[in-house]
């Protein structure tokens, strides 16, 4: 098979789905004005006394190719997957590529927790009756084998789990399924990790999940990088992007948002939840050394940024030690959530929805920096038609990841 060059890799679709917007026009205007949608969480198997806090996507519009009989069968995850990666497939008209030269990545694993955990509530007592489809639907495979027979993708399909850097996990592997030629085009999409209350209650016990502090005023809780945070909130999220040659997008007359110059992946070696110094410094590096980029040469750094007591003082300190304390900055979470699975790929396309608007969101709740030393975008959107993006993702198990992608 024919190798490409990484300069060859452009971004050529985009799909977002989140509790502030469906869609990339609903969503890039609620990044820009900072809205929110956090509350007390609602859905079944999610609720719990005292409530836990987030932002959940309150309703989904379904284009016309999506039969009711597909939707009554799919999940709320299932549904919400089909309507992201929609978005991309038409914008990278997707269409006009033979089928069996797409791929399809997913990142997230056990990403059903709530929906597998309402059967076993409603089946308990009855167990010989649990529909034959619970022998298909508890694997996370059940997502790729919906989508690719929604969308006829028959090239490869599978799913990745990296914690919370399964998303840009998958923008990888997507990455390289298409440089070694295994497909010409590639989707990476961060599933919804549909969390029940078992895991609300274990990420609180954990001290990732807040807030103590803001138990009463939900609005208030989700505070990436500010003195006052005290955990990440969860947020219903789900993202998509397409991967392909520069070569071939252009002959579907496909404009790109940006190339993708360079990326990284390393662990930690420990299967800790804890940030690492050391680790965020080496992907950091390794991700500009493959770009043939400079630290000065990025113009904009979207980070995880979750809210972490420790993880947002380590991954600021990594970034000042990287040189790249010049570079604009601003958290994505803060008004989405912390989407878990699915943030990686949420924070790619936010990244490249900034790019193309030359427009940099605010930082919601930001009001006292932990470090004021940083190029902080905070109460209000900026103008800055910027080129060099660098975005960072981080997992539990020791995972760290960076890309760095370049204005088309």
Not at 1 to 20: E, F, N, Q, R, W
Not at 135 to 140: K, N, P, Q
Not at 216 to 245: M, S
Request: with cysteine.
């Amino acid at each position: 098979m024919k190798k490409y060059k990484p300069s060859d890799l452009v971004i050529t679709g985009l799909g977002i789905t989140t509790a502030v917007g469906q869609g990339k026009t609903d969503f890039t205007a609620a990044l820009m004005e900072g809205e929110h949608a956090f509350g007390f969480l609602q859905r079944p198997g999610r609720q719990s006394s005292p409530a836990f806090l987030g932002a959940e996507i309150s309703s989904l519009t379904y284009p016309e190719r999506f039969s009711q009989r597909l939707l009554r069968k799919a999940s709320f995850g299932s549904q919400v997957a089909l309507v992201t990666l929609n978005e991309a497939w038409e914008e990278a008209n997707l269409a006009a590529v033979d089928s069996e030269r797409i791929g399809l990545v997913i990142g997230g694993s056990n990403i059903q927790q709530r929906e597998m955990n309402q059967i076993h509530e409603s089946y308990k007592d009855r167990v010989s009756f649990i529909p034959p489809t619970y022998g298909m639907s508890f694997m996370d495979s059940d997502l790729c084998g919906i989508c690719t027979e929604q969308f006829r993708i028959q090239g490869m399909a599978y799913t990745v789990g990296g914690a919370s850097a399964s998303g840009q996990v998958a923008v990888i592997q997507a990455i390289q399924a298409v440089l070694s030629g295994q497909v010409d085009v590639c989707i990476a999409l961060g599933a919804v990790m549909d969390i029940s209350y078992w895991e609300c209650q274990a990420l609180r016990s954990l001290g990732a999940m807040g807030s103590d502090r803001y138990a009463a005023e939900p609005e208030q809780a989700c505070r990436p990088f500010d003195q006052n945070r005290d955990g990440f909130i969860y947020g219903e999220c789900c993202g998509a992007v397409v991967i392909e040659r520069e070569s071939f997008a252009v002959e579907r007359n496909v404009k790109p948002y940006s190339a993708v110059l360079g990326w990284a992946m390393v662990m930690d070696g420990n299967r800790n939840p804890n940030s690492s110094y050391d680790g965020e410094v080496k992907v950091i590096n390794r991700a500009l050394s493959q770009a043939h980029l400079s630290p000065q040469e990025i113009d904009y750094i979207n980070p995880h940024g979750s809210g972490s007591n420790i993880g947002d003082e380590i991954e600021l300190s990594a970034i000042i030690d990287c040189k790249l304390d010049h570079a604009f900055i601003n958290a994505t979470k803060s008004i989405v959530g912390h989407g878990l699975s699915s943030a990686g790929i949420v924070e790619v396309v936010a990244t490249l929805l900034q790019m193309k608007g030359a427009r940099l969101h605010p930082t919601r709740n930001l009001d006292k920096p932990i470090n004021s030393s940083l190029n902080w975008v905070r109460n209000q959107a900026v103008f800055c038609d910027f080129k060099n993006a660098l975005t960072l993702s981080f997992g539990f198990g020791g995972m760290n990841t960076a890309l760095c992608l370049t204005k088309y």
